[in-house]
């Protein structure tokens, strides 16, 4: 179950309708979630913004995910928010993709197409094991 303090995501994602449906539907759980189109636009708003998690795709318009992620977390207070990639890309389907993506400092990786209920689901756990006990 989420907290107060989880209350607040990111999302950056360029595919318009799926970041404005998962807004949505986080809203309907009492989650705020702001988000960017591409990897500029989410460092910026990363300056001043600090949620509880970021979902993060892979494949953005102006950067790779990968990079983005390394370069959340060396934003000051964000070195530990969790980070889940999702990608709708079969090029990541290999292992070693996705440790990169773990490398590069996510605590989880998704394909799409993801159903709602199983990307919450997802996030309930990563926030979780996040939380010490």
């Not at 989420?2 to 607040?8: E, I, N, R, V, Y």
């Not at 999702?86 to 799409?112: I, M």
Request: glycine share 6%; with cysteine; proline share 5%.
């Amino acid at each position: 179950m989420l907290t107060a303090g989880d209350s607040k995501m990111f999302i950056v994602e360029d595919d318009d309708h799926f970041r404005e449906t998962f807004i949505d539907v986080m809203s309907l759980k009492g989650v705020e979630v702001t988000g960017a189109r591409n990897g500029d636009e989410a460092i910026r708003a990363l300056k001043q913004a600090y949620p509880s998690l970021i979902i993060m795709d892979v494949q953005l318009p102006d950067m790779h995910g990968f990079d983005l992620c390394r370069r959340v977390k060396r934003l000051e207070g964000h070195r530990d928010t969790p980070v889940i990639f999702v990608s709708a890309s079969t090029q990541y389907s290999d292992p070693r993709d996705r440790a990169e993506g773990l490398l590069a400092g996510a605590s989880q990786f998704l394909p799409k197409p993801i159903s709602v209920e199983k990307l919450w689901s997802e996030i309930e756990r990563v926030l979780q094991t996040r939380r010490p006990s």
